[in-house]
């Protein structure tokens, strides 16, 4: 999940790589995001403190990613998480 806001320079940096990354993550990891300036109180309960914020959900449980904000980072978490366990 991305919570951005439209305003935000490194949020619309971002909005290309999440697109030329879809189509990889394609049945591996859904792609979200979130406006923070229309959905304040989702952003608020999910303790959003600054644009963008990247986090992600497993078995309904959210986390914070800290992970690099580039493709090759993001596909190999998104692989690495769809992965079976081992």
Do not use: N
């Not at 993550?25 to 999910?46: N, P, S």
């Not at 800290?66 to 690495?80: N, P, T, Y």
Request: proline share 7%; glycine share 8%; charged share 30%.
């Amino acid at each position: 999940l991305k919570f951005y806001a439209p305003w935000c320079g490194h949020c619309k940096k971002m909005a290309p790589v999440l697109e030329a990354i879809a189509p990889t993550l394609k049945g591996k990891m859904a792609i979200g995001k979130i406006d923070c300036t229309k959905h304040k109180a989702v952003c608020k309960e999910q303790k959003v403190k600054g644009f963008p914020t990247l986090k992600y959900s497993i078995d309904g449980e959210v986390f914070d990613y800290s992970g690099g904000r580039d493709e090759k980072s993001l596909v190999a978490f998104a692989e690495k998480m769809s992965s079976p366990p081992i």
